[in-house]
């Protein structure tokens, strides 16, 4: 017998289960299928994200910074500690459970939401009919009047330098590495490839960052890039811009990489090496041929403005489709569709996104760069304020940084927000905020801010653009 659903979500990341979630709460008939184990050899619905993304990254970026303040900057304050040590096992230990603990958390959120979940590998057939390999053993059909592919994303691998596992290492493997590599070499200074890099510095790994491309950061604002640039550096993250790694291989136990610079080629060895060269999307066996989804050149579902796939009622959303792979926007999209198919308004504007770098500062932007400004030819004024002018940055001990904000010079519209340093990624919210309200430089300078708080030093950059900080020379 075949199952009917209202709605058929294929994944379980922050796209999928999101969207099947919201979809019960608004009366669909709604199952969800997840093919990911658990290091406990259980479902474990969350996604990259959840798994081996966006949350054990950040608790390793946790555990690794109290690590390093207690050895560079907790005796400022009068603290010291003799014998500091880092079991790593202990943290890994800390940083599986809180995977285990989010991604039981779903399962919950499924059943108090009768969100139906099978544990398996779904693929979509002809007629909006899914077939589900389940984990144990049994296949069954589904049929959904609609479906939603939020299928996800993998690591990049670079032809020659396949993932081993243990030596040339992806994502999974930085999050479990059981003791810290004496030399660790990073393909790649991206998000990943910086968040990932910095926990194992902290702890006491060389790293060596290789960047292919000449310029820093270039998806940053120029100024904040060349601030982060300056930062890491102090922190000895040894990054290496205009230099293409072509080839890795294990000899023993190490990782002997060929790199190619303007100097020409050179011979380096590593512990480990992990590549963080980007994502590609993930459709392995997600689609019969018959479905009638297309993929684009570059492997994603292909979707319209609407996340509609070329097949009708079939949609996809998050990391599958084209748009920056991140979990919010992932999410977002997977409620605009679901609202969509409830017949409420759905809406996602792609410039509201911020995008954030977890790194020590953090870096956080959404909106526009002064680079891309200058390139479309829209007039801005520009107004910033360094942290280390903030009372509450200097009394927490984090100085570095600033605030730039960029207005449209003729409305004073906010256009981008960019900021370096400490909990950027929580004060670049009130910026989207008035973004998503078409809100001015103004409006941020009228409202109240609390002091002592970071948040001032958005105010104070609001203010700037009219020249009028109080707690700068303007
Ligand atoms: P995924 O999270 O990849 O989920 C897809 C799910 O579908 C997976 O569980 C997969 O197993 C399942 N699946 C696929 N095919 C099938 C099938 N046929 N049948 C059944 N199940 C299937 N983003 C942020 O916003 N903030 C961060 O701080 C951040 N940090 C990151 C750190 C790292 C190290 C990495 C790798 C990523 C990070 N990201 C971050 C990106 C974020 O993880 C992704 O953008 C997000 O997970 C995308 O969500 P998704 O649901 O589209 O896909
Ligand atoms: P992201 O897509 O943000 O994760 O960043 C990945 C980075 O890896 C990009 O900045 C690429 O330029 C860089 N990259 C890709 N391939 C190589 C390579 N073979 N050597 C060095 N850097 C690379």
Known sequence: MTDKFDLIVIGAGPAGYVAAIHAAQLGLKTACIDKSIGKDGQAA???????????????????????????????????????????????????????????????????????TFFHGTATLEKDHRVTVNQISGDAIELEGKNILLASGSVSIEIPGIAFDGEYIIDNIGALDIDSVPKRLGVIGAGVIGLELGSVWSRLGSEVTIFEALPEFLGVADKDIAKLAAREFRKQKLDIKLNTMVKSAGVKGQQVEVTIDTKDGEQQLSFDRLLVAVGRKAFTEGLLAEDCGVKLSDRGQIEVDDNCLTSSANVYAIGDAVRGPMLAHKASEEGVAVVNRIAGKHGHLDFNTIPWVIYTEPEIAWVGKTEQQLEADGIEYKSGSFPFAANGRALAGGAPAGMVKLLADATTDELLGAHIIGANASELIAECVVTMEFHGSSEDLALIVHAHPTLSEAVHEAALNIHKHAIHRVN
């Open 45 to 115: 619905p969350g996604g990259t994200c959840l798994n081996v993304g966006c949350i054990p990254s950040k608790a390793l970026l946790d555990s690794s910074k109290h690590y390093d303040h207690l050895q560079h900057t907790y005796a400022e304050h009068g603290i010291s500690a003799d014998n500091v040590s880092m079991n790593v096992a202990t943290m890994i230990g800390r940083k599986d459970k809180i995977v285990k603990q989010l991604t039981g958390g779903i399962s919950q959120l499924f059943k108090a939401n009768k969100v």
